[in-house]
């Protein structure tokens, strides 16, 4: 039994973590924030280029052929970065496509992976309810093919992405439906988000044309297919959220170590010690929850889907926890704009309900457990 | 089951591979061990214990019960199974001692009375005992002859435990002790004690502890239970008054002794990890059985949506506590050493028990706290659960050694 990273993993880790901190420093970040360009193409080729998009898909569709405790290594980085960009929401485009058997699949998948082609889903109707039983957007029959008009809610990074997979209904079944970006009828409005290196979107259809062939998969297979990809995104987001916790942990002690009050470091006083102390807890048992969620879906466990909800809902709660304490620790500085702690407390507070909330997550927890 | 087996390869979801090397499941060896251990306790572990306590001839019989369950273990090769071999252990790795535990735990086997001396003093005597202590106290113990308790806190010394004032004073051949301990475990059926006096008032407090090996018959030993909120006489006080103790029977070296002591409640804290969880994990299960038969308001309780939320929330947290118990039982089975990292496990499951056990009290209601709702069980283990954070190093402690020991903040006292 071994429940650590391997070395290649390690290997992994640290070639993410020096790429990031090299390319995409904060101050960077910043300045992306500032001008609302978080989608900047550089930055995605230079993610691309070192095969981080779809890393978990196999070889023959353009992936690393890595399982997902590798793909939970990268996106705890982009946490720990506070990175800006598509990647969550490519990652989960491409865990859809690659879920599903179409010729748009094997199409899309080598492009995207090469960091050529960028794609996101839409799924929500509304109200940012994440349960599938609710999705109502209709597919109505116009000859040849379909026509889809509706409006999908806070979709991740629409306006850079070129493909969109909307979530719909054909009559009463779930359909999974390939939409360029650019079709007729399609247009984008930007939400603003809490965390402005999340870019969300309305995105509104009006009469879209859809053909027959762009209907990539219906019924029992389209539904297992967005809710295994559910999965695999809820993992990266538990990796993000545990990757924003890490960067706190380590801003904290340190500044802990060296901020000097009443002639001392205030971390030599236990009201403080104590503070750091339940962020350590925190941040090591959110880091049990998402390894073990990661292993678990990467190979089919019994409790797989169990894990994933166990580890969303910790990380939700927690990771919002460890931010506030980080706030608190820092005092009045920790407050500020200037001060980097809120970039990530933001990204972790839209985490929390990315995908459902902990809340979300305990019921699904309660319909495994109370049956 | 908390280590797995290894899960059948079924046709993975189109797109990926598991090539993780991180890996949960057991090695052949190990699924092995796990068979050979399952077998013998099926055909070894005696019918349950069912009787009451209440009088001292129940109390003296369930001793015996106890102590035939250890010879039994004895006999069988599985008593102190992860101490060397040339000690009268088995040798097995922290993995294997875990499974070990687990099924222990899985065959509703009585409940251990060598804990402290198979857990902490005699991996204490195997580190720093003489060779004449080890032929003397390390076979008794195993076979359930001597039971140990640990004579450590004193009422003017819990968290501060260095400002013990138990005195010993070396008078020819032997130590003349005085002086009081209390929260000793097992004094009441103990007949050996890992006691830790001063035997230098004059050098700072860290300095002037010594260990001794006290036999309990002693003259001058008095032991008194203390009762417990819950009813129990869990604990005792010990008082000693001039008891003789030869300076044969000293552990480690004289002013030594608070190394020997740390290095016992490492060993204390490391010994945690799934048998813990398991009983938990039996609370819980049995809460979930139990709501599923409750009705309020006109409906299953556990069609409240907020009873679920609940429920789901204590599953999460013992689920994390197991997590957190497999990844502290994979470093250590590198390090095969205990870590300050111990810690969190104390503070993770101590107050995640109290969590779950007051939110068991809220899902049963009223009904659920009385003594005669299924034999008093919830609210004994509310009542019980207050104590988690203080027994073996209190939270703030544990807390302070996360801080000072883990994250390297400087001491605060």
Not at chain 2, 28 to 54: D, I, K, M, S
Not at chain 2, 136 to 158: N, T, V, Y
Not at chain 2, 307 to 332: C, H, I, P
Request: aromatic share 8%; hydrophobic share 40%.
């Amino acid at each position: 039994m071994e429940f650590d990273l391997s070395k290649p993993q390690k290997l992994l880790r640290e070639t993410a973590r020096a790429t990031l901190s090299r390319h995409f420093p904060l101050s960077r970040v910043r300045e992306w924030m500032a001008i609302g360009a978080t989608n900047e193409d550089s930055l995605w080729s230079t993610i691309a280029d070192q095969g981080w998009v779809g890393l978990h898909l196999d070889n023959s569709i353009g992936g690393l052929g890595l399982g997902l405790v590798e793909l939970t290594v990268v996106a705890e980085e982009m946490g720990r970065a506070c990175m800006p960009g598509p990647y969550l929401a490519t990652t989960w485009a491409a865990t859809l496509l690659a879920q599903i058997d179409s010729p748009k699949s094997t199409e899309l998948l080598p492009s995207i992976t090469a960091g050529e082609h960028k794609a996101t889903v839409a799924l929500m109707d509304q109200d940012g309810d994440w349960d599938l039983k609710n999705i109502a957007m209709q597919l109505t029959p116009s000859e040849p093919g379909w026509k889809l008009t509706g409006r999908k809610t806070l979709v991740l990074d629409a306006d850079s992405a070129h493909t969109l997979l909307c979530v719909v209904r054909q009559s009463s079944k779930l359909a999974i439906v390939f939409v360029p970006r650019k079709a007729t009828g399609v247009s984008c409005e930007k939400k603003r988000s809490l965390d402005a290196t999340r870019s969300l979107y309305d995105v509104a259809f009006n009469e879209v044309t859809i053909a027959e062939s762009d209907v990539l998969a219906v019924g029992e297979q389209a539904h297992s297919a967005i809710e295994q990809s559910i999965r695999v995104a809820t993992l990266a987001a538990c990796a993000e959220m545990l990757g924003a916790m890490q960067w706190i942990h380590e801003t904290t002690i340190e500044y802990a170590q060296t901020r000097k009050q009443f002639d001392r470091s205030i971390g030599s006083y236990q009201a403080v010690q104590h503070q750091c102390a339940d962020i350590h807890l925190m941040t090591e048992s959110a880091r049990a929850a998402t390894y073990y969620a990661a292993w678990a879906l990467t190979s089919n466990a019994p409790d797989a889907c169990k894990a994933i909800a166990i580890a969303k809902a910790y990380c939700s709660e927690v990771g919002r926890e460890v931010g506030h304490r980080g706030v608190q620790v820092h005092g009045g500085i920790g407050f500020t704009w200037e001060h980097d702690m809120h970039l990530f407390l933001k990204r972790i507070k839209v985490c929390e309900f990315l995908f459902g909330d902990a809340t979300w997550q305990r019921e699904q927890i309660a319909r495994l457990i109370l049956k | 089951m908390v280590l797995g087996g290894r899960y059948p390869s079924r046709q993975r979801p189109v797109g990926w591979t598991a090539r993780s090397l991180m890996d949960l499941t057991l090695s052949a060896q190990e699924l092995q061990f796990r068979n050979t251990v399952r077998g013998w306790l099926q055909a070894n572990v005696p019918p349950p214990w069912t009787r009451p306590l209440r009088d001292s001839e129940a109390k003296r019989e369930y001793f015996a019960y106890l102590r035939d369950w250890q010879r039994t273990l004895f006999d069988g090769g599985w008593a102190g199974i992860s101490w060397p071999k040339e000690h009268g252990g088995r040798g097995v790795s922290i993995i294997e001692q875990s499974i070990f535990q687990e099924e222990l735990a899985l065959a509703q086997a009585p409940d251990r009375l060598g804990v402290i001396g198979e857990g902490l003093v005699g991996p204490t005597i195997i580190a720093v005992g003489t060779e004449a202590q080890k032929q003397r106290f390390l076979k008794p113990l195993l076979m359930g002859e001597h039971i140990w308790c640990q004579g450590f806190s004193e009422p003017d010394a819990g968290s501060d435990l260095a400002a013990l004032g138990t005195k010993a004073v070396l008078d020819g051949d032997h130590y003349v002790v005085n002086g009081q301990k209390i929260w000793t475990s097992f004094g009441h059926v103990a007949n050996w004690c890992l006691l830790v006096v001063r035997t230098d008032s004059a050098a700072p407090k860290h300095k002037g502890l010594t260990c001794l090996l006290v036999d309990m018959k002693s003259p001058g030993v008095v032991v008194r239970p203390l009762r417990m909120m819950t009813g129990d006489e869990e604990s005792n006080e010990l008082f000693f008054t001039d008891v003789c103790v030869p300076e044969s029977n000293l552990l480690g070296q004289v002013n030594q002794g608070w190394g020997v002591a740390m290095t016992a409640l490492d060993k204390e804290r490391a010994n945690l990890g799934t048998g813990l969880y398991l009983r938990y994990k039996r609370h819980l299960d049995s809460l979930l059985e139990r709501a599923k038969t409750m009705r309020r308001a006109g409906r299953p309780i556990t069609e409240d949506p907020i009873v679920r939320q609940k429920l789901a929330q204590s599953y999460l947290d013992l689920e994390v506590f197991r997590l957190n118990s497999l990844r502290t039982l994979s470093g250590m089975s590198h390090s095969n050493a205990p870590s300050p990292e111990g810690s969190i496990l104390k503070l993770y499951w101590s107050e995640m028990n109290q969590r779950n056990a007051q939110l068991a009290l809220e899902v049963l209601g009223l009904p659920g706290q009385s003594w005669d709702f299924d034999d008093g069980r919830w609210g004994y283990n509310y009542l019980r659960s207050r104590g988690n954070t203080i027994e073996a190093g209190t939270s703030e402690i544990q807390r302070n050694i996360i801080a000072q020991r883990v994250l390297g903040l400087p001491r605060s006292y």
